[in-house]
């Protein structure tokens, strides 16, 4: 029944230790979003891939990094977390960009980092 | 620039109440407004859009929001709050990139 699904649900790092978050998605939709949502704060996106085609936003720090090896999957790196990088993190698609798009999200992981 | 901004932090209401949850948008262009719903440790479901059209827009759970384009303005109303219905409120602008600009939420509780 889930359509985008998100994995694990809750994660626990220890500072600067990799950490890679996970998303899956059934829709088949050409664009797939992450997103950074810390304690009491709106979401803000990180990047998203059009199909292959990766789009970093200007703010997002190099420490995050991701891959999409094929529709269904995209994958969030951490590559160093700090104490900063603690928050949820939200996968969203969508069948296409532009306004009109509809995102769906998935249900979030929640990163702690120890 | 793009933003929106949601003046209300915590709105507190009986059940039973109406409620209306403020939205204003900032954006060059034609906006795409989007409000979504999102309850503690969950991701975000949308509750309903506005692209264009009518500018009252109906949405799940019985949902509306009015767009007026002369105040920038995109507001959340439901004619009758059950316990259910609280919650964190995002009104969010979409981009042509289909990324989504979002307010800064509003926390919503429902008092028995």
């Known amino acids: 029944d889930a359509m985008v699904i998100q994995n694990p649900r809750y994660q626990v790092t220890q500072f600067g230790k990799p950490v890679t978050l996970s998303c899956s998605q059934t829709?088949?939709?050409?664009?797939m979003y992450w997103y950074q949502q810390k304690s009491s704060q709106a979401p803000k996106l990180l990047f998203h891939y059009y199909d292959k085609d990766f789009n970093n936003e200007a703010d997002t720090p190099d420490n995050f990094q991701s891959r999409r090896p094929n529709t269904s999957f995209c994958f969030l790196d951490i590559r160093s977390p700090g104490l900063g990088d603690a928050a949820m993190y939200l996968c969203?698609?969508?069948?296409?960009?532009?306004?009109?798009?509809?995102?769906?999200f998935g249900q979030g992981t929640r990163l702690t980092v120890v | 620039a793009q933003s929106v901004t949601q003046p209300d932090i915590h709105i507190t209401v009986s059940e039973g109440a109406s409620l209306e949850l403020r939205c204003n948008y900032s954006y060059g262009a034609t906006p795409y407004l989007f409000w979504y719903v999102q309850s503690p440790g969950q991701g975000l479901q949308l509750l309903l859009k506005?692209?264009?059209?009518?500018?009252l827009v109906q949405g799940i759970k019985g949902f509306e929001a009015e767009f007026k384009r002369s105040q920038s303005s995109f507001n959340l109303r439901k004619p009758s709050v059950h316990w259910s219905d609280a919650a964190e409120y995002f009104c969010?602008?979409?981009?042509?990139?289909?990324?989504?600009?979002f307010g800064q939420g509003t926390t919503l509780q429902v008092k028995p």
């Open positions: 969203a698609t969508s069948r296409e960009t532009g306004g009109l798009a509809e995102a769906f």
């Open positions: 506005y692209f264009s059209g009518d500018t």
């Open positions: 969010a602008v979409g981009a042509l990139t289909g990324k989504l600009i």
């Open positions: 829709l088949n939709h050409n664009v």
